[in-house]
């Protein structure tokens, strides 16, 4: 379980995952040894994961990002799974999110251009043996959100 002290470590981290172990202590108002055991320890138990960069797209040439929507076939465990596997290994594909509802999957796609993105749903998905049908949805703008602030307190 995490404590106010671990909440503000992820908090501060979520704001400058780069801050050096010192300026991490004197943010959350600890000791920097203390700062080192609570990193340790929510790697440990999986509540860190990573760090991670940020990383403008459209500065690489990409100008079109879509959201893939996805029904399979069928939802047959052994399907599901490996559709699950391939699709991450695509080029372009940002993140594969598994869904409950109408569709079974959502990816997130980039792509230099709109033949690049047609190209992508012809190659990988429009012939795949368990796709039975998809829905492609331009980004026009991406905001990320501060929802773990609200989940931190």
Same mark, same amino acid.
């Given at each position: ?104 999957? &959502? ?40 929802? &773990?602030?609200? &989940?931190?307190?």
């Amino acid at each position: 379980m995490i404590d106010d002290t671990d909440r503000a470590v992820i908090r501060a981290l979520s704001a400058n995952a780069r801050m050096s172990g010192a300026a991490l202590a004197a943010a959350v108002g600890v000791a920097e040894s203390t700062v080192s055991l609570r990193l340790k320890r929510l790697h440990v138990a999986g509540v860190v994961r990573g760090y991670h960069v940020d990383v403008d797209i459209e500065a690489l040439g990409v100008t079109v990002q879509a959201l893939i929507s996805i029904r399979l076939v069928s939802i047959v465990r052994e399907d599901v799974d490996r559709f699950r596997r391939e699709a991450p290994t695509w080029p372009g594909v940002l993140a594969l999110f598994h869904m409950g509802g109408v569709d079974d999957f &959502l990816l997130h796609v980039a792509a230099r251009n709109a033949s690049d993105l047609r190209d992508f749903v012809l190659e990988h998905l429009a012939g795949h043996p368990a796709v039975a049908h998809t829905e492609t949805n331009l980004i026009f703008d991406h905001v990320a959100g501060r929802g &773990l602030e609200r &989940l931190l307190d």
